[in-house]
């Protein structure tokens, strides 16, 4: 389940060593645990997610499709991918002894047409998240049994978050491989907190073995259609080194000519998949000029990004999300842009 925001499974620092947590004993299981489970749910969607919902930590069903498509080398450059493989098996690497997982949805601010991706625009949705879900820790923690361990996780952990939000009850898998959210769409990014006291569910959650039914879809095509270069090999499986979201973020070095020419002026990320989606709410405006306006906007002059220097770089686009890309990489991007329009005035 391989789409747009390859950021999902492409962590967002994945060369920063991870922090291992002390390999404490968990606490004394509650006697309340569903109250425990519709307390942590009812926190997340008053700290403003779009969804919540609890599963217990059991290992995910979709790791051998994902073990397939690293071994088909769809995942391109994305290294650690293939070197974080097998603690994406289950949940203890990341917290020992993890019994539960709130798992939330955060919908993205920004709409509108633009060359910089819906979740790119304004604040790194990674701070916004993690920012909310310690805020929900800190409500949580003294309604929980003392000793509890909590870890938050906001794309920076070995974990297949699409089954995780999908075994939680957050929505469904869509062909474009993306979580829908039913009310909110595909325009979300997921986060997780995992601890070691068991909850329970508070909601039914779908059997993952079911992911590829794609009954919600129906016969609909438009995002397998839809894609720029056809990367899609098979719902929801995407060959990433087709993939728009991939070459302007995760690719390294030069571009060969087609990819220069299939980016048709993106900079950062790909949003067709999913705007495309009748799932998805219809498009609100990006803001207009003024001090509302969001930073990184929808676009970016492609001309003045390719004239900055690495210093200018790090001045101006750290830390929100464009800072994945590097400086070579939005300097690229940018050149190729350029490179294109001028063939192509239209």
Known sequence: MISDRLIDFAQMFPTGARRKPPRHSPPEPPPDPEILGRMAVSTAMAHGFAAAGILAARGPSSWASFRSW???????????????????????EILPFCASILSVAYAVPGGGAGNIARYARGDDYHRAVRSRLKEVVSSLRPRFPSGTHFRVAVDTAPLLEREVALRAGLGFIGKNGMLIVPGAGSHVVLGELLTDVPLGAASAAPDPSEVLRFDRCGECRACLDGCPTGAFLAPPFLDARKCLSYLTIEKRGPFEPWEREALGGKLFGCDVCQDVCPWNPPVPPSP???????????????AGVAELDAAEFRRTFFPTALWRATYSGLVRNARAALETSRRDPS
């Not at 071994?71 to 203890?92: A, I, K, N």
């Open 288 to 302: 207009g000029g003024g001090g509302d306006r969001p930073f990184p906007p929808a676009w970016l002059d492609p």
């Open 70 to 92: 690293l071994d088909g080398g769809s995942h391109g450059g994305m290294e650690w991918l293939e070197r974080d493989s097998e603690p994406r098996r289950g949940f203890s």
